[in-house]
């Protein structure tokens, strides 16, 4: 009934959230319209000889005008204003970026040879190649890369494809402030460093044409269908954002976690189902022509990565990086954390961890209620912090999510300016490029630092809407 109840209010609040920023931004204009008209009849009355010093004009219009802009950037209730101004400016920055900022070519031709094998009839996966080496993504990337390969005349006309990455940009955004709508805790000038502020996020998308913003925009699409209780739908498009890039897996034991928590272990059987019956849909053709060298080719978890694409790993000598005990290492750092927050920050109930084994009905203590968002977002964190490369899908991650995890778990470790120093030093050491000694090290004790947010902070349930009486703009002006 509980759940029943919070999924109940959770789409109420998502379906008010952008009419709410609509209502807004009424009000605050009509504010601004009557002080204007109240200006204009002064000066008709015969008052211009002075209008800065008038009370109108000079005193309530200015105070008025800083407390709304102060609440506007402030306020988490005003994260649908907010966001749609930022979408509205992106869309501008975006078409700027394509104009005056040359395109650079890194994987596009390789991912358009890459497919156009698969155009050609060939199903064995080893053959599938590019001037960039053998295909290494799953089924999924090819059938999506080749619609853009025919959509853009055989992988010819870059422009098009960067006004359709342009736009994939902003639908990821708008899928990402849902969810910020959803918390109600990040105060919303914070929105302006996760997108307006780096410029690599936009070389991601419409300079570099990478796969890795169309993974994380399925992700999000996912989390939004999860948010709102249909998990079905949910764990579809996971499976197919793990289907474009195997890296999606790093939200995976969160997930687990998540549908043990809402089915128990028989419910959450069918959810799984349908996660690996759409990878086994997708790499059909490959599997019956060569099952062996689609599976090493596309899911290969033991694929060494080079020392000079390393960010987070710049300071130890390249020996060190490629020794085979270094990854040994991390993978045990990655699972051991996984085991911690699982027993001491995702499990809250009073009983045991294997009570999630257990129907929901069954369970003598149910768990309060957890945010979805928390799990899955510190679930990848802890992958990105064992992470032996970081990739472009975890830039795309990082700079969209990174507000939730700093002030969507409050503590008092990390107070509100350090949280914003945070946010600037990491858009430092993920912009600066090539990555240095400084850069990486500086990147690492921002991980700690966020691990102690997220270790010592609590994940809350989203606050609730403030009333009317509660809201400055909704009395009238005095």
């Not at 690599?200 to 699409?221: C, G, K, Q, T």
């Amino acid at each position: 009934m509980a759940t029943a109840a919070n999924t109940c209010s959770f789409r109420c609040a998502s379906a008010k959230g952008f009419r709410l920023g609509a209502l807004r931004c009424q009000q605050i204009s009509g504010l601004l319209a009557k002080d204007f008209r109240s200006y204009r009849s002064g000066l008709l009355a015969g008052n211009a000889s002075s209008p800065i010093k008038s009370s109108v004009w000079g005193g309530g219009m200015a105070v008025r005008l800083r407390r709304v802009c102060r609440e506007v950037l402030l306020e988490p209730r005003y994260t649908p204003l907010v966001a749609a101004c930022l979408c509205l400016a992106e869309g501008g920055v975006n078409l700027w970026v394509i104009r005056r900022v040359p395109y650079t070519e890194i994987d596009w031709q390789a991912y358009m040879q890459e497919v156009e094998g698969f155009a050609n009839g060939t199903r064995d996966y080893t053959q599938l190649r590019g001037d960039t080496g053998p295909l290494v993504y799953p089924a999924g990337f090819v059938y999506l890369f080749l619609g853009l390969y025919y959509a853009t005349g055989r992988g010819a006309d870059i422009r098009l494809a960067q006004h359709i990455f342009a736009g994939l940009y902003l639908l990821n955004l708008l899928l990402v402030f849902r969810i910020y709508c959803r918390t109600c805790k990040v105060p919303p000038y914070v929105f302006f460093f996760m997108c307006c502020a780096s410029y690599r996020i936009h070389s991601i998308f419409v300079l570099r044409l990478f796969n890795d913003p169309v993974a994380m925009a399925i992700l999000f699409l996912a989390i939004n269908f999860f948010l709102e209780d249909r998990w079905s739908w949910g764990c579809l498009l996971f499976s197919l954002a793990v289907s474009v890039k195997m890296n999606i897996l790093l939200f995976a034991p969160g997930l687990l976690f998540l549908l043990l928590q809402r089915f128990g272990l028989l419910g959450c059987i069918p959810k799984l189902c349908i996660c690996a019956v759409l990878q086994v849909a997708l790499g059909l053709p490959f599997l019956l022509e060569n099952p062996v060298g689609y599976l090493t080719r596309s899911f290969d978890l033991g694929r060494q990565f080079q020392f000079k694409w390393t960010v987070n790993w710049r300071f130890l000598p390249e020996e060190v990086f490629q020794h085979r005990a270094f990854h040994a290492g991390l993978l045990l750092a990655h699972l051991a954390g996984l085991v911690l927050f699982a027993l001491h920050r995702w499990h809250r109930s009073k009983e045991s961890i294997l009570s999630l084994l257990k129907d929901p009905a069954e369970r003598k203590h149910p768990s309060p209620p957890l945010s979805i968002i928390f799990i899955l977002f510190s679930s990848n964190f802890l992958g990105i912090c064992c992470s032996r490369s970081l990739h472009y899908q975890f830039y795309v991650w990082y700079f969209h999510t990174l507000p939730y995890l700093l002030w969507c778990t409050p503590t008092s470790k990390l107070t509100h300016m350090p949280k914003v120093l945070l946010l600037g030093v990491i858009e430092l050491c993920w912009n600066t490029y090539p990555s240095t000694v400084c850069s990486s090290l500086s990147l690492h004790i921002c991980h700690g630092l966020v691990l102690l947010q997220l270790w010592y902070g609590t994940a809350l349930p989203p606050a609730p809407q403030p009333s009317k009486k509660s809201d400055p703009l909704s009395r009238k002006a005095q």
